[in-house]
């Protein structure tokens, strides 16, 4: 499904404007429909995000630079959020879907940033091991998350199952 909706998105909003769709995530608004925070390139090398509305059709609705994002704020590392703060001329809340997608987001604004502004994306209250991965993990995917948190849960049972000497 969520191919599909990539590919019509591209086609509809992005593809006319000679942009390519990068990332885009399902937030939460209070008005009704579905609504995606999309990322986009222009071929001028320049990043967008966009909020988009999907109702009948796709409609963009707001448009910001990735060169005036100052700051993304998780809001807090240690809680399982959805919401996030993007700080731009003003403040705009936005609410993900899930922390996944929250997270998938923010990964994708720091790799354009890198790629195409130059310099850092400035982030707080984030846990960094989630954007950027260890020099043992390459990928920077929720499968390779999935993939650390279930070893390090196979190791707890392994040495739960040790026999302890008693003495």
Known sequence: MSSLLREEMQRV??????????????????????????????????????????????????IWSLQDLTLVDGRDPDVDDPCFLLHFDKVRSVTAISSSAKYTLVRALVALSDQHCQRLLNLRNFDWAYIKPTSFYLNRGDCVVLMQVCFYAFNLVCLSMCPVPLD
């Open 13 to 62: 909003l992005f593809r006319p404007e000679r942009q390519r769709l990068v990332e885009f995530i399902e937030i939460e608004e209070p008005s009704q429909g579905r609504h995606f925070l999309c990322v986009s390139v222009s071929g001028s090398k320049k990043s967008h995000t966009k909020r988009s509305s999907f109702q009948e059709s796709y409609r963009k609705t707001e």
